[in-house]
């Protein structure tokens, strides 16, 4: 029963450096989502996709760029990392009509050097 | 400027009493509010939700009141228990085919043995 499941775990980059985190979910849903966690400041959207093909820009999405490959994968990549960008990152999806409940990943924690 | 705000940063209750955390939105088009629960190194778990047209909703020791006039909501826990110690989310979404959740700053709730 995997759920949302994001890749890597952990990860260290240093500033300039490019990656892409991975984000693949099997519930079958149509919405998927990319959050960053900071301390004190809650949960912040980065971009979405309501559908396959479809991606549109949440609360801060400067400095990120996603991919929604097919239903099942979302992907984020930073092109160039900030040090502004050390957080948490949680992938999330969920389907319109099963009570509105967005499900979240276990995270990745990325630091930028 | 916050939607969703989640004034009291931490809360701390003995185990057995009542748990009280509040929330209060400002946009009166948020149709769908719920609740999340994290602990640390793991991804939010969904807690429990209301709809705008409901102003309770109860599951087992979880009750969500909704006050739409004073735009606030509340989890009450009873009876608090130490496993419920975790940091909680308050979230707000506007139902439809671009849902997506925005998320206050969280509380920390300790429930002391």
């Known amino acids: 029963n995997a759920g949302v499941t994001q890749t890597p775990k952990f990860q260290v980059l240093k500033t300039g450096q490019s990656m892409t985190l991975q984000c693949a979910q099997d519930?079958?849903?149509?919405?998927m989502y990319w959050y960053r966690q900071d301390p004190g400041m809650g949960l912040r959207l980065i971009y979405y996709?309501?559908?396959?093909?479809?991606?549109d820009k949440g609360e801060v999405p400067n400095g990120y760029n996603v991919s929604r490959l097919n239903k099942r994968e979302f992907s984020l990549r930073l092109e160039s990392a900030a040090p502004s960008q050390t957080s948490v990152y949680f992938c999330?999806?969920?389907?319109?009509?099963?009570?509105?409940?967005?499900?979240f990943g276990e995270g990745s924690w990325l630091t930028v050097v | 400027d916050q939607q969703v705000k989640q004034n009291s940063p931490s809360l701390s209750v003995q185990e057995g009493r009542i748990s009280i955390l509040n929330c209060d939105y400002t946009n009166s088009m948020f149709d769908y509010f719920l609740w999340y629960k994290k602990y640390p190194a793991e991804g939010p778990t969904f807690l429990i939700s209301i709809s705008s047209i409901k102003d309770k909703n109860e599951d087992g020791r979880f009750t969500v009141f909704l006050n739409k006039s004073a735009k606030h909501l509340s989890l009450h826990i009873v009876p608090s228990q130490p496993g419920d110690s975790a940091v909680y989310f308050c979230?707000?979404?506007?139902?439809?085919?671009?849902?997506?959740?925005?998320f206050g700053k969280g509380t920390l709730l300790t429930v002391n043995p």
């Open positions: 996709s309501a559908s396959e093909g479809t991606t």
């Open positions: 519930m079958n849903h149509n919405s």
């Open positions: 999330a999806s969920s389907e319109v009509g099963s009570g509105n409940t967005i499900y």
């Open positions: 979230a707000a979404g506007v139902g439809g085919s671009n849902y997506k959740l925005t």
